[in-house]
C-alpha cells in the first residue's frame, strides 16, 4: 500500500488540535537526584519527565536515565536535554515530530513559559484508533528480526545490548519460546533499590543485581499479531494490554515487533515535490524547510534519471548529546516497483548527514539507471 494512501487516511488525525488529548506532566526539579526521579517516573507510570531552565524546556526519560554510567552517583543536570514544545493550538501532526525526532513517548505544552499539559503518544494511538484501519497490516510497519535474550543471559548484557542498539523492548525466551518481554522501564528498576523505587515489582520480588539473569524480570503480558492483522487490532491488543510492544509471529516463531515508533511514522508530514515525499521526526528547530526543499531537489533531479521512483521517506532521530550538541540519525528510503534502497547516515551536522545521503542517492540509483539503460548485446544479435 503507498504511503500516499495512508497520507492522506492519516489526515483527520494529524490535523487535529491536541487541547483534545493533553495531559498532566510529571515535572520535576534540576536539583532532584536521580533516584527521586525514577520515583516520580514509576509512580506516575510514564516515560518522560519536563522541567523548565533558563526559558528553555528540558526532558529526561527512562532511557537516558538507563544510559547513565553511574545512576546512584548522577547528577540530573547532565541528562537533562532541551525539546521543542507544543503551544495549545497545534495539531497533533506537530506533536508528534517532537516524539519521533527526540525519541520521547511525551510531547510538552507550553503556556506563558510554563509546562501545563503533555501530549503522550500513547493518546495519539488511540485517535488513530478511531479511524478505519483494516486494510494497513502489520508487514507494512513492523521493525523485522528483533534482537532477543535468553533467560539466562545477565541484566548487564541485557542493559548493554539496548544502550547500544537503542531499543526499549528486549524480547526474553525460554526454552525456544518467547516467555517475557524485558523493557527500559523494567531493567531501570532494577538498577536501584526498590524502596528507593517507591512502586510494586513488575518482575520478582527481589531486588535485582546487574549481574543476575533476567529470569522472569520484565512483563508476561505479552500482546501477540500475524503479519496479516489490521492495525486496529493491533492497537487494540496494545492497549488492552497496556504495553508500548505487540509481537509479531508466525507459526509459533517471531517475525518482528510494532511500537508507538512504528505506529507513529505512519504519521509523516508531506513535502510537495515531483516524486512524493514524507519526513518524520523534522522540527522547525532543526531547519525543517531549508534541509527539506535541499533534498526535494535531489529527489526531482534523481527522478528525470530513474524514472521508476515511486516516492521516499525520510526518518530522523536525534540522539542526545548536551544542551548544545546533538548526534543525528537519518534513513532515507526510496521505493521503486522492485525494491526498497536505503540510505543511513549519522552526525552531528544535521544539513550535512542530508548532503551526505544526497550525495550517496545520486552516486547509487543514477548508475543503476544507466546500467539498466543499456542497449543489450544479445539483444542486437
Known amino acids: 500500500m503507498s504511503t500516499d494512501v495512508i497520507h492522506e487516511h492519516m489526515q483527520q488525525v494529524m490535523k487535529t488540535k491536541i487541547g483534545t488529548i493533553v495531559s ?33 524546556t528540558m526532558n529526561v526519560n527512562i532511557r537516558d536515565l538507563l544510559q547513565s554510567r553511574n545512576i546512584l552517583h548522577a547528577t540530573l543536570e547532565s ?9 495549545e493550538n497545534d495539531t497533533v501532526g506537530k506533536a ?6 527526540n525519541r520521547t513517548r511525551a510531547a510538552p505544552v507550553v503556556k506563558n513559559g510554563e509546562i501545563v499539559g503533555v501530549v503522550q503518544a500513547k493518546d495519539i494511538l488511540k485517535l488513530i484508533s ?11 510497519i513492523f521493525t523485522a528480526n528483533p534482537l532477543v535474550a535468553d533467560r539466562q543471559t545477565p541484566l548487564s548484557t541485557a542493559r548493554k545490548i539496548m544502550v547500544n542498539n537503542k531499543i526499549d523492548h528486549l524480547p526474553i525466551t525460554n526454552k525456544n519460546a518467547i516467555s517475557n518481554v524485558l523493557t527500559s522501564y523494567h531493567l531501570l528498576q532494577s538498577i536501584l533499590p526498590q524502596e528507593r523505587v517507591g512502586r510494586k515489582d513488575y518482575g520478582s520480588k527481589v531486588t535485582h543485581s546487574l549481574e543476575s539473569p533476567i529470569g522472569n524480570m520484565g512483563t508476561s503480558r505479552i ?35 510494532v511500537t508507538y515508533r512504528d505506529i507513529l511514522g505512519l504519521l509523516a508530514s508531506r513535502v510537495k515535490s515531483t516524486v512524493p515525499l514524507f519526513v518524520i521526526g523534522l522540527t522547525n528547530e532543526d531547519n525543517a524547510a531549508i534541509i527539506t526543499d535541499k533534498f526535494r531537489k535531489t529527489l526531482d533531479k534523481l527522478s528525470r534519471v530513474y524514472s521508476d521512483i515511486q516516492e521516499a521517506r525520510v526518518s530522523v532521530k536525534k540522539i542526545h548529546g548536551n544542551e548544545s550538541r546533538y548526534n543525528y540519525e537519518v534513513s532515507a528510503v526510496v521505493l521503486t516497483p522492485t525494491k526498497r534502497h536505503i540510505f543511513a547516515r549519522s552526525g552531528y551536522d544535521l544539513s550535512k548527514v542530508f548532503d551526505e545521503i544526497s550525495g550517496r542517492m545520486m552516486r547509487g540509483l543514477a548508475k543503476r539507471a544507466k546500467r539498466r539503460n543499456k542497449v ?4 542486437m544479435a
Request: glycine share 2%.
Open 24 to 56: 498532566r506532566p510529571v515535572l520535576i526539579d534540576p536539583s532532584m537526584s536521580a533516584a527521586q526521579v525514577i520515583s516520580k517516573l514509576s509512580k506516575a507510570d510514564v516515560f518522560d519527565a519536563f522541567c523548565r531552565v533558563k526559558n528553555s
Open 96 to 101: 508528534v515530530d517532537i516524539i519521533t525526532n
Open 130 to 140: 478511531e479511524l478505519d484501519n483494516r486494510w494497513i497490516k502489520v508487514n507494512q
Open 223 to 257: 500482546p501477540v499479531c500475524e503479519p496479516l492483522d489490521n492495525l486496529n487490532e493491533v492497537i487494540s491488543s496494545m492497549l488492552h494490554a497496556n504495553t508500548t510492544f505487540c509481537l509479531v509471529s508466525l507459526r509459533t516463531g517471531l517475525q518482528g515487533i
Open 376 to 379: 543489450s548485446i544479445r539483444k
Open 79 to 87: 541528562l537533562l536535554h532541551q525539546v521543542p514544545s507544543l503551544s
